[in-house]
């Protein structure tokens, strides 16, 4: 956009016209106008000359990084910094205490950007670290997650015979993950029933993950002796640590 667009909505914004209308005089989209008056002081504030001067600024490249822009906000984010504050909490307290300076706000990624672009013996000359103590980013693609079951065993799976509860020796299992007061962590607890007698087995193991998907998976361990099948239920767990 020239300084004869921008001129040109000045006049429109003393003569009180809508934005449709100063955008058909300059040949601009309406969302384009509104942006422009909003990002230059709104209705009431927007000069043509000083829009145009904050706008050749804002092209410049390289762009200066977001703490450098204002003296005050270095310091300040210097100072929070050195105290053990993280990027993000600096991020969320500065709008709080200091809500009529616009110059005072940054992202926690921009701290990040500011951080990690500074020389390594600035950061210790000036006592600027992150609680993690990196420097750096760390590259490198990330790896796959691991799966969450072993050789998983599908309901689909199942003999036929199981779904039936005709033939004896096939066992239904369930499973719910709480809490544990005697052990560190979660815990799961297993029950078991034969399909035809009714018969239950329980027991208590570490927080496994007994169901993937829809289909359901039956979670890894030991089924009773003699036993046909185990027909795993819909339930929840934890996948391995």
Do not use: N
Not at 5 to 17: M, P, T, V
Not at 67 to 83: C, D, G, K
Not at 186 to 213: H, K, N, Q, Y
Request: charged share 30%; net charge positive; with cysteine.
């Amino acid at each position: 956009m020239t300084l004869l667009d921008r001129e040109e909505i000045s006049r429109g914004l003393a003569e009180r016209l809508e934005f449709k209308q100063i955008a058909a005089r300059v040949g601009r989209d309406p969302s384009v106008i509104s942006r422009e008056v909003a990002r230059h002081g709104g209705r009431a504030g927007y000069r043509a000359a000083a829009a145009d001067e904050q706008a050749a600024a804002t092209r410049t490249r390289p762009k200066r990084l977001a703490v450098e822009r204002s003296p005050r906000l270095r310091t300040i984010v210097s100072h929070l910094l050195r105290q053990g504050w993280s990027p993000a909490s600096i991020a969320g307290r500065l709008p709080i205490d200091y809500p009529d300076d616009q110059a005072c706000r940054v992202s926690h990624e921009g701290i990040y950007q500011w951080i990690y672009a500074q020389p390594v013996a600035t950061l210790a000359r000036e006592l600027i670290r992150l609680r993690t103590g990196r420097t750096a980013r760390r590259g490198g693609r990330r790896p796959d997650p691991a799966p969450r079951i072993k050789d998983p065993v599908y309901l689909d799976d199942r003999p036929v015979e199981a779904a039936g509860r005709v033939v004896p020796g096939h066992w239904e299992g369930d499973c719910a993950t709480r809490k544990s007061h005697v052990r560190s962590g979660d815990t799961d607890w297993r029950l078991i029933d034969e399909g035809v007698t009714r018969s239950s087995v329980e027991w208590i193991v570490p927080a496994l993950a007994c169901v993937m998907g829809d289909r359901g998976v039956r979670s890894p361990g030991k089924k009773p002796k003699g036993s046909r099948s185990i027909r795993g239920l819909r339930a929840r767990g934890r996948p391995d640590g």
